[in-house]
């Protein structure tokens, strides 16, 4: 199943390929990402503040700016 990374919203995987292209298709609702390599941690720097972005977080850039919400299930 191809992905649509137009979509308003995306729940981040383990495809850190796929997540850089859906930030990509809406790098209007963020200032700036740092992917830490060592670490593999990607942190998205927004209006309301950073974020640490993990497999299983919610993501939407429908109100403007990024939002995210982290799955703590899993």
């Known amino acids: 199943m191809s992905k649509d990374f137009q979509k308003q919203t995306y729940i981040v995987d383990d495809q850190l390929a796929d997540t850089l292209t859906w930030l990509c298709h809406h790098q209007d609702c963020y200032e700036r990402f740092e992917y ?39």
């Open 36 to 74: 830490d390599a060592v670490a593999e941690q990607l942190t998205v720097f927004h209006a309301n503040g950073a974020d640490i972005i993990r497999k299983g977080d919610y993501l939407t850039a429908q109100y403007g700016i990024l939002i995210t919400a982290h799955n703590f299930a899993g």
